[in-house]
Nanobody
Framework: QVQLVESGGGLVQAGGSLRLSCAASGRTFSTYTMGWFRQAPGKEREFVAAISWSGGRSSYGDSVKGRFTISRDNAKNTVYLQMNRLNPEDTAVYYC????????????????WGQGTQVTVSS
């Protein structure tokens, strides 16, 4: 069982940066692939990024490549999402998720989810 709590969301101007954090409970955090997803009003949940259990591999959605960076600190049971050069299209609720398998981009492949944190980018 893994419980996830996101933090770090907020309001930022276009071109700015935010760093999201996701704190996980449980001693098995380091065995999970971790992912970030986002969902804007009226849209489907979208894959943002994922990182392997060791941190050695990562994957990004096309819309965030080159702007967002995912990382993790297994000693702190935390995964991060550094978001740079934000634009209004990045406005969404951002969710952290855990997957006991390899890196995947479908929400249905993730077993555990946080409650989400709102990110709003003003123009």
């Amino acid at each position: 069982q893994v419980q996830l709590v996101e933090s770090g969301g907020g309001l930022v101007q276009a071109g700015g940066s935010l760093r999201l954090s996701c704190a996980a409970s449980g001693r098995t955090f380091s065995t999970y692939t971790m992912g970030w997803f986002r969902q804007a009003p009226g849209k489907e949940r979208e894959f943002v990024a994922a990182i392997s259990w060791s941190g050695g591999r990562s994957s990004y959605g096309d819309s965030v490549k080159g702007r967002f960076t995912i990382s993790r600190d297994n000693a702190k049971n935390t995964v991060y999402l550094q978001m740079n050069r934000l634009n209004p299209e990045d406005t969404a609720v951002y969710y952290c998720a855990a997957n006991s398998g390899p890196i995947r981009s479908r929400p249905s492949d993730y077993e555990y989810w946080g409650q989400g944190t709102q990110v709003t980018v003003s123009s």
